[in-house]
Nanobody, 115 residues
Framework: QVQLVESGGGLVQPGGSLRLSCATS????????MAWYRQAPRKQRELVAG???????NYANSVKGRFTISRDNAKNTVYLQMNNLKPEDTAVYYC?????????WGQGTQVTVSS
């Protein structure tokens, strides 16, 4: 059974940084592209950043230059380093496979950017 466990969110001031982690199990992690998605209140879930199994990355225009996605196949974990955070980055952040997602979604981790 696939499990996706996101962590690392919190409350941060504008301009601050956070590092999100997503620990996976029940899947052969190295065979999958992985991505971070986010859902803000009253908005649809959107792709933030993706990383293919070979390491190629893709970012939403809104986060280019500020966020970095990475993966550690030995730890079955994908990370999202978020710098220069803005209030519009406030959302629940989820990880899932990429470019196609699994039906199962984890609980996500809340990121709130506010002064």
């Amino acid at each position: 059974q696939v499990q996706l466990v996101e962590s690392g969110g919190g409350l941060v001031q504008p301009g601050g940084s956070l590092r999100l982690s997503c620990a996976t199990s029940g899947m052969i992690f190295s065979l999958y592209g992985m991505a971070w998605y986010r859902q803000a209140p009253r908005k649809q879930r959107e792709l933030v950043a993706g990383i293919m199994r070979g390491g190629t990355t893709n970012y939403a225009n809104s986060v280019k230059g500020r966020f970095t996605i990475s993966r550690d196949n030995a730890k079955n974990t994908v990370y999202l380093q978020m710098n220069n955070l803005k209030p519009e980055d406030t959302a629940v952040y989820y990880c899932n496979t990429y470019p196609t997602t699994r039906t199962y979604w984890g609980q996500g981790t809340q990121v709130t950017v506010s002064s």
